[in-house]
């Protein structure tokens, strides 16, 4: 599964799945950008790859903001002459009651969480398909979403919907892009231990319930996502793209086998 050779950029990679994966696409061989709106997290990033003898950037970037992500680009290619890899990591959720959602609230959710991915996916995926002219292999596009691509949680509206189209730009694009060689998928992880979930995790009675949906019976760790992106980044994955891979403990099989279980009791 080696990504000698490779550049990768990282959004979002200051922490959580998007820190762990830039450790594991340096371990396999990647030249890494951390990008990331947190300077300190992400050159710390940057400061914890070094020390283990591997090449890696920080680069301020706001992936809702077009003129950042063709920063990013520009830099990248100044930084390391090429772009193989895309792993879109960043994200925010909103955690209250739809009423009470306001137009901001949600704006502000669709343009990092969905804006930012298509941004990202253009600019990276242009770059790509020029680098074909100079007989570089075609790149591959990896989104971070979550199991909120199929499932709906009503305190959660904006990021619900955010997910169900990053759902449907992963499709679209990977057909788009497809002629060009390029793959493109996405992950839908489910409660893993990130500095969102540690609150949860903190809370026994939250803890409890998060995990009477997970079959697994634990959390997930931010390594483990970062070896599913690994995969989807290699060659191993050739002949893999437009779709979403969830990493989430068995939380959906658990969650169909409910909804089953309450309609054949409604029956």
């Known amino acids: 599964m080696s990504l000698n050779g490779k550049v990768a950029i990282i959004t979002g990679g200051a922490l959580g799945i998007g820190r762990a994966s830039a450790h594991r696409f340096a371990q396999e061989g990647a030249k890494t950008i951390i990008a990331d709106i947190d300077e300190e997290g992400g050159q710390a990033v940057v400061s914890e790859i070094k020390t283990?003898?591997?090449?890696?950037?920080?680069?301020?970037?706001?992936?809702?903001?077009?003129?950042?992500?063709?920063?990013?680009?520009?830099?990248?290619?100044?930084?390391?002459?090429?772009?193989?890899?895309?792993?879109?990591?960043?994200?925010?959720?909103?955690?209250?009651?739809?009423?009470?959602?306001?137009?901001?609230?949600?704006?502000?959710?669709?343009?990092?969480?969905?804006?930012?991915?298509?941004?990202?996916?253009?600019?990276?995926?242009?770059?790509?398909?020029?680098?074909?002219?100079?007989?570089?292999?075609?790149?591959?596009?990896?989104f971070i979403s979550s199991i909120h691509t199929v499932l709906a949680e009503p305190n959660a509206v904006a990021f619900t919907v955010a997910n169900g189209g990053l759902g449907q730009l992963t499709k679209a694009m990977s057909q788009a892009l497809a002629p060009h060689g390029i793959r493109v998928n996405a992950i839908g992880p489910s409660n893993v231990m990130t500095p969102q979930l540690s609150k949860i995790e903190k809370n026994d009675k939250k803890k409890k319930k998060a995990l009477e949906f997970t079959p697994i019976g634990r959390f997930g760790n931010p390594s483990e996502i970062a070896s599913v992106a690994a995969f989807l980044a290699s060659e191993d994955a050739s002949y893999i793209t437009g779709q979403t891979i969830y990493a989430d403990g068995g939380a959906l099989s658990m969650r169909r086998a409910v909804s089953d279980k309450d309609e054949a009791e409604e029956k």
Do not use: W
């Open 52 to 142: 283990k003898g591997f090449e890696a950037e920080y680069i301020h970037c706001n992936v809702s903001e077009k003129l950042d992500v063709h920063n990013l680009v520009a830099a990248t290619l100044e930084a390391y002459g090429q772009i193989d890899i895309l792993l879109n990591s960043v994200a925010i959720r909103d955690d209250k009651p739809f009423m009470s959602l306001s137009e901001d609230e949600f704006s502000t959710i669709i343009d990092i969480n969905l804006k930012g991915a298509f941004l990202l996916g253009k600019a990276v995926a242009k770059q790509m398909i020029k680098q074909q002219e100079k007989d570089l292999p075609p790149g591959t596009i990896i």
